[in-house]
């Protein structure tokens, strides 16, 4: 799966710093999302069923008893909604459904336990599978705390490998909540309501659809038959047949589509959809073998589903060469669903997306948007080998699924799409990201415990950043190190040795092992099971290294160390590699320099930690960047800018060395590169945009981006698209930089744009709409403004409306800001899933600042009431990000006495959280304020 946070990050690439990035709002709509997910909350199984000898009661951890496995299961569902409503019919939310699974007892045991979870259960009936004769029970109960289901037999089973047959019959209901079976809805030719049943069982909601033995290697065959009305298409993970049926005295017809047994595989890969027969279809092959990509007719019509069609054929081939194997089933279906929780799911044979991960408008969508879509297919589809077919044992190893997936999908997106260079991209889509949270206290390892993992909030919670970024940037790490033929090796042995079967990190890799004779095992170790990532040192002029872990708020050193492979150059010779296994401080030879040579080491950031030197050598590199800066490689380059900011915070080194690193940026025409600056020098802005040093600051970059912005005139003024990816979001970058650091040309050239827009010709490209939106409004009037809205409020195209939303917060006039503050109370005016990121937006715009404070205050307890916790949490969380003197904070303090009082306040843990953040700013800005200032007004005197 690919999930919320996730989608946040795959966009916040092409986003635009020192500006706004629409992330926010996509990661609180999807926060609202999750809030109305019911919440279960951590209990433990009911206490024993007492007076009986035999081994029973309940598993004494949230974990099943295994005494019982599943073989098969025949499952028959019946959802009565209705896709389409006519003026006399009324809509109907629930399912029934019956389900037969055939069990091998293999420990004797009265109680048979498995999963289900808010089904009502009206009949049970255990048999023995021979001779068909019926096992009594005492009785049966459904625990929706726990989510255990328990029958309470008569007699034992005996664990001497019988098999048994467990039928149920059940009812459920159908709840837009995103989880097990839910109902979606969409509007079809302007004003035609349509319903459709999607379903997503990862990780824990197959339980809430049938009854089921629900844990990853509890794998089995599923014989799905699907009862659905007439003029609705079943599809589920294989191919389906489709019959009408008579259902009893019900007068509606009804259509039984049976499917093919699946292969072996575990319960949180199942799906189910049931649509309108026409929703729209594209379809393929791929060998023989039938691929269809579904969405809404209109999608479909208008061809929005042909580059996922596109690059699903190229993929599949490149992994089937890849892990010399082919794709298992006989079909595939990709479905885009209106409503959907992350940005994709892996269910084998029926892959669901969110409608923008996988429909690619070309002429309208921009580059960030055909990027997300390659992206999370190439994700999804790797899943369909690691993960379907080879599947983590338990949750907690998770990180093998998702991190194997998201490094994999860089592959695959790479054969898709050669022209971008997405691997160099790693480095900001992944590993930054993960660097960034696995740098807090607060982090966790990539593999815990077993028994840490068993409650489903506990194992929805490792749906994050560490388990797919870092789980990426580590098996980067290891792929660079054993390189790309042991790699893919020795994941080839344990896809074909572990099919359909459950590996373990010991499991795989040892293959890796094998293969290189180099202790994979024990480096991995201590990468998966500490949190964090080290800082090595380096003191060129004694040869001295070190390592310790790296924090953003450093405190006592913990003592934990890694085995850490080390890639280093000196300039004008060969890379050299070594293992550095302790934790120094050691004197090794090879670091040491002699002459007036630079070392670098971590090339190309192979390696997931962060490198300091000693002050000489780190003004060789910089003076390198400066004279040639090509002399370092790529991606060196932006790790260095990340390296010393993030030194800096931690205080390994001084501010100004961060932002001398930035320097050479004059020469620099690479993304990378800038983007790690601007994403660093974000933090500045926020701290000194209501500042004296706001003035020096913005001459500066100024004067840095000039040429960049040059550098792209040809393709800006051509309305021509770069080549190269990243040079199209630099491109971006640029125009937002330039533009908002008083560039003149630049907002000549926007506002220009937008005229000619207002005088009905619309040639702003699709990269460029949300830049060119957000900075012709900021420097426009009025009519502009109300000239947007119009269009806003009109546009049918979402990414448009999205772009129009946060461009509309870019004004700098009071009043305008404060109008569209009040709109957000208006769901006709803006929909309630935009509202919270549309006042977050204004509260990055440095004059709606504390205009979008007050307005949360002021409006506090309907915010709360109609939104609730998590919306509260993030968008407090939001607004108050630039606060940093004694005023604010106490501002967060009397807010924080009102809401206490109050009671009923819900955001208690997010203004501490803010507080605590605001506290820390304010220090920062003291210690640093004056060196910062002294620094810009200096750069900017040198012209
Ligand atoms: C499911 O189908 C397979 C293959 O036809 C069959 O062997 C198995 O018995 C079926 N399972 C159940 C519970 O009916
Ligand atoms: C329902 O719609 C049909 C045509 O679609 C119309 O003839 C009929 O009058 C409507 N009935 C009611 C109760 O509105
Ligand atoms: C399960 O439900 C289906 C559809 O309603 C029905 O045809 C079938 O007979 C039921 N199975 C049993 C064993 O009752
Ligand atoms: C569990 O939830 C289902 C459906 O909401 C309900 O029918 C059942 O009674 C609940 N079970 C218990 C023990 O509360
Ligand atoms: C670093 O990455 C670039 C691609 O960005 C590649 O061409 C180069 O060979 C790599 N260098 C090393 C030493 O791996
Ligand atoms: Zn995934």
Request: include cysteine.
């Amino acid at each position: 799966m690919a999930k919320g946070v996730y989608i946040s990050k795959a966009l916040a690439i092409a986003t635009i710093v020192l500006t706004v990035s629409a992330v926010c709002g996509i990661v609180l709509m999807v926060i609202l999302y999750q809030m109305q997910i019911e919440k279960k909350s951590p209990v433990r199984p009911p206490s024993p069923v007492p007076t009986t000898p035999l081994p029973t009661g309940p598993p004494p951890t949230l974990r099943l008893p295994k005494n019982l496995i599943p073989e098969s299961y025949k499952i028959y569902i019946q959802p009565f909604l209705y896709t389409k409503l006519n003026n006399v019919t009324e809509q109907s939310y629930f399912f029934k459904g019956n389900s037969t699974v055939r069990l091998k007892c293999v420990k004797d045991t009265r109680s048979i336990f498995l999963h289900a979870a808010f089904l009502s259960v009206t009949h049970v009936v255990v048999t023995h599978s021979d001779t068909q004769k019926e096992i009594d029970y005492e009785r049966y109960q459904v625990q929706n705390e726990t989510n255990f289901f328990e029958i309470l037999l008569k007699d034992a089973l005996i664990g001497n490998g019988s098999y048994y047959n467990l039928f149920t019959v059940f009812e459920g209901e159908l709840h837009d909540d995103l989880a097990g079976l839910y109902s979606s809805q969409y509007t079809e030719k302007v004003d035609e309501e349509r319903f459709l049943i999607a379903s997503q069982m990862q990780p824990t909601d197959a339980r809430r659809v049938f009854p089921c033995f629900d844990e990853p290697d509890m794998k089995a065959v599923f014989n799905i038959t699907v009862i659905h009305r007439d003029g609705t298409t079943a599809l589920s993970n294989t191919k389906g047949y489709s019959r009408y049926v008579e259902m009893g005295t019900d007068e509606d017809s009804w259509i039984a589509t049976t499917f093919d047994p699946t292969p072996v595989m575990s319960t949180y890969l199942l799906a189910f959809t049931v649509t309108v027969q026409d929703f729209g279809r594209k379809s393929d092959k791929h060998d023989t073998k039938e691929i269809k990509i579904w969405a809404r007719p209109e999608a479909v019509a208008a061809g929005h589903a042909n580059y996922a069609m596109e690059i699903t054929l190229k993929i599949l081939e490149y992994y089937e060469n890849l892990f010399k194997m082919k794709y298992q089933l006989n079909k595939l279906d990709q479905i885009a669903v209106p409503d959907f929780s992350g940005s994709g799911m892996e269910n084998w044979g029926l892959v669901m997306y969110r409608e923008s991960a996988l429909l690619y408008e070309e002429g309208v969508s921009s580059a960030s948007n055909k990027e997300f879509v390659a992206t999370v297919v190439a994700h999804e589809l790797a899943h369909q080998w690691f993960g379907n077919l080879v599947t983590m044992k338990w949750w907690n190893n998770l990180w093998l699924n998702e991190g194997l997936a998201t490094f994999l999908s860089y592959f695959g997106v790479n054969y898709a799409e050669p022209m971008w260079n997405i691997k160099d991209l790693i480095i900001l889509k992944e590993i930054r990201v993960a660097m960034e949270v696995d740098c807090l206290n607060s982090s966790h390892p990539l593999s815990l415990p077993e028994s840490e993992v068993e409650d489903p909030d506990d194992i929805a919670e490792l749906f994050d950043g560490i388990t797919y970024s870092k789980g990426a940037a580590v098996l980067r790490m290891l792929y660079a190190y054993i390189e790309e033929k042991a790699f893919m090796e020795g994941l080839r042995v344990s896809g074909i040795v572990y099919n359909q079967h459950m590996i373990r990190q010991s499991i795989l890799l040892p293959y890796q092992d094998t293969n290189t004779h180099k202790d994979v095992v024990g480096i991995m170790k201590t990468w998966t099971e500490q949190p964090g990532y080290p800082v090595i040192t380096i003191n060129t002029s004694t040869g001295m290294i070190a390592q310790e872990q790296f924090l953003i708020n450093r405190g006592e050193d913990q003592g934990l160390e890694w085995k850490v492979p080390i890639k280093f150059i000196k300039r004008d010779s060969e890379i050299q590699e070594d293992l550095l296994k302790e934790k120094g401080p050691i004197r090794v030879p090879a670091y040491e320099i002699k002459d007036d040579a630079w070392l670098l080491a971590n090339v190309n950031c192979t390696g997931y930690y962060r490198v300091n030197y000693d002050e000489q050598n780190w003004n060789k590199l910089i003076h390198q960047l400066e004279s040639n800066h090509p002399a370092i490689p790529l991606i060196s380059r932006g790790q260095l800018i990340d390296d010393a900011f993030n030194l800096a915070r931690a205080k390994y080194i001084n501010v100004t060395l961060a932002l001398t690193t930035t320097k050479y940026l004059i020469n620099e025409t690479d993304y990378v590169p800038w983007e790690s600056a601007l994403k660093n020098l974000r933090y500045f802005m926020l701290m000194f945009d209501r500042s004296e040093v706001y003035g020096p600051m913005q001459k500066y970059l100024h004067k840095q981006i000039a040429p960049l912005y040059e550098y792209f005139k040809k393709y800006t003024d051509n309305m021509t698209v770069p080549l190269d990816l990243a040079d199209q979001y630099n491109q971006i970058n640029a125009i937002s930089v330039a533009c908002s650091n008083g560039v003149l040309e630049c907002t000549a050239m926007a506002r220009s744009l937008f005229n000619e827009w207002k005088n009905g010709t619309d040639r702003i490209p699709p990269n460029l709409k949300s830049t060119i939106y957000c900075n012709a409004i900021a420097a426009g009037d009025e009519h502009d403004w109300d000239f947007a809205w119009e269009k806003y409020d009109t546009a049918t195209i979402a990414t448009m409306k999205d772009d129009l939303r946060y461009g509309l917060s870019c004004t700098k006039k009071i009043w305008l800001l404060n109008r569209y503050l009040g709109y957000t109370l208006d769901h006709n005016k803006i929909r309630k899933m935009d509202a919270a990121s549309t006042i977050t937006y204004i509260a990055k715009n440095v004059a709606g600042q504390a205009l979008a404070w007050d307005f949360i205050r002021a409006h506090w307890t309907y915010i709360s009431q109609e939104y609730g916790i998590m919306f509260d949490d993030s968008l407090i969380d939001e607004v108050t990000q630039r606060f940093s003197t004694d005023f604010e904070l106490q501002q967060l303090r009397d807010f924080q006495q009102v809401c206490s009082e109050d009671g009923s306040c819900v955001a208690k843990r997010a203004l501490e959280q803010v507080i605590e953040r605001t506290e820390a700013n304010i220090k920062w800005v003291k210690e640093n304020k004056q060196t910062v200032l002294n620094w810009f007004v200096e750069q900017s005197k040198v012209l």
